[in-house]
């Protein structure tokens, strides 16, 4: 019988085995990165003016280590996890998931939060999760899955692993890893959700993100709570959204002077100014935002008007900065704030739950995903009460967003991302790969998944109209994603 084959059982093993092995990374990934956030805190702690000294030589020497040694590991890690998944081109791939590229993540992330980076863990555990399956997607192996398949299960399995949420994992794999691929409903991504999820419990306990939350709302008076934060957070994640991909193609007048050709002086800069608005906010930006979330979820310390602002002034620093690290873990920062300020204005007694709201609104309206968004807050808190008006505030944070911002911020830069690198290949030197392993340019399926059906062309005027010239330069037949439609 097929399902008896020994070569069959051979490739789950190996499937298995890796999933573990990502689990076990996610895990020691996620303690290194809460040591580097406390090491960072004990430091400045002794020695406030530290900080004007570590951050941009740390930034400084990331971002020189990122460009000469480590290409690919620059940014959050989902977009080259996303492109990755687009394309059949084993040139690429190689230069977006790789063993090095894996281990070097690692490393220049909690560099970064050693430094006082406002970055998080969950993008790069995700590009960590997607290399490590996409290691073993090579003929010498046997085909275990396509590769495709691998990679969206790889990114499942970094979520679930690095934050115990294992329907989180599932559903980011679903919803935004395979937003331009037909999700297969089959065994590989359920494996590697699973067995990284079991690894995690396995070695941390069940435990939870937040810690378990008692918040609650009352109806129907926590209508208009869900309906703000799901505005707010949605208008401001479009917002920030725009503000990131647009920095992300170049940073205008003098920013973008030095930006382009000094990198390296200019990521020196962005640690100074990331130390600089720590200082000023008594050390509430530094890091992931995680300690001043739970705080304030558990009622033990409040955030202040400013701290949505500052939050997001740094996290836009660190990407602009190009040193590797996510925006995951700080956006949920970023929506506490929005929260808190929204409870202000709000009687009763529910602020915690505000907190939340205000948490999975701008999740959900950077990343345009409402199911992924309310899915992990709610594991993360543990909180199934909450779970009816996660969902409309998700909801209605991903109607605000799109109004504002067209293209989800992880789906433009992968496009961005993969346009770049295949425009690069194409003007290289190297050989091609043979015919039958080289698909089709995955832009050109984006760009007829997003666009939809062509328009009809009306008929030429004149026998005499003269012919539209052929654009062969390497960019052509590439989409412009700002402004797709149906995106």
Request: with cysteine.
């Amino acid at each position: 019988m097929p399902w008896l084959s020994p070569g069959r059982w051979r490739k789950r093993l190996l499937l298995v085995s890796v999933t573990l092995l990502a689990g076990i990374t996610a895990i020691v990934f996620a303690v290194g990165a809460d040591m580097a956030i406390e090491a960072h805190r004990e430091v400045v702690h002794m020695a406030w003016w530290s900080s004007l000294i570590i951050a941009p030589a740390g930034f400084a020497l990331i971002a020189w280590a990122t460009r000469r040694f480590f290409p690919g590991t620059e940014g959050s890690g989902i977009p080259q996890a996303i492109a990755a998944s687009l394309t059949d081109d084993h040139r690429i791939r190689r230069r977006l998931l790789s063993f090095r590229i894996a281990v070097a993540k690692i490393g220049l992330t909690l560099l970064g939060l050693l430094a006082g980076a406002s970055i998080g863990r969950e993008g790069p555990s995700v590009q960590v999760g997607a290399s490590m399956l996409n290691m073993v997607s090579g003929k010498k192996h046997g085909r275990i899955a396509p590769t495709s398949d691998l990679i969206v299960a790889g990114g499942g399995a970094g979520v679930a692993a690095a934050f115990n949420t294992p329907l989180g994992g599932i559903m980011f794999a679903i919803e935004e890893l395979s937003r331009y691929r037909a999700f297969r409903a089959n065994s590989t991504t359920l494996i590697a959700v699973i067995f990284a999820g079991l690894m995690s419990l396995a070695i941390l306990g069940n435990y939870t993100y937040f810690g378990r939350t008692v918040a609650a709302l009352t109806w129907p008076e926590g209508l208009w709570p869900v309906l703000m934060c799901g505005a707010a957070g949605g208008l401001a994640g479009g917002l920030f959204t725009r503000l990131l991909i647009a920095s992300s193609r170049g940073l205008p007048g003098r920013a973008g002077t030095l930006a382009r050709p000094y990198p390296i002086r200019f990521a020196a800069v962005c640690g100074l100014a990331t130390a600089i608005v720590g200082i000023a906010t008594g050390g509430l930006t530094w890091g992931t935002g995680y300690a001043e979330s739970k705080a304030a979820l558990e009622g033990s310390a409040t955030l202040p008007i400013f701290f949505m602002f500052a939050k997001a002034l740094v996290i836009w620093i660190a990407f602009i900065s190009g040193i590797p690290g996510g925006v995951f873990a700080p956006a949920l920062a970023v929506g506490a704030g929005i929260g808190a300020n929204i409870a202000l204005m709000l009687p009763g007694e529910q602020s915690s739950a505000i907190l939340v709201l205000g948490m999975v609104a701008f999740l959900a309206g950077i990343t345009q995903s409402p199911i992924t968004s309310f899915v992990i807050v709610m594991e993360m808190t543990n909180n199934h009460q909450m779970l009816l008006p996660l969902m409309g505030a998700a909801v209605v944070a991903q109607g605000f967003s799109r109004s504002v911002a067209p293209v989800p911020l992880y789906d433009a830069l992968a496009i961005d991302l993969l346009r770049k690198l295949t425009r690069e290949q194409r003007a290289s030197s190297t050989p091609p790969d043979p015919p039958e392993t080289l698909a089709p340019d995955p832009l050109e399926e984006l760009k007829q998944q997003v666009a939809g059906p062509p328009r009809p062309e009306s008929p030429p005027t004149s026998a005499t109209t003269a012919e539209t010239p052929h654009d062969d330069s390497p960019g052509a037949g590439t989409p412009a994603p700002e402004k797709p439609e149906g995106a």
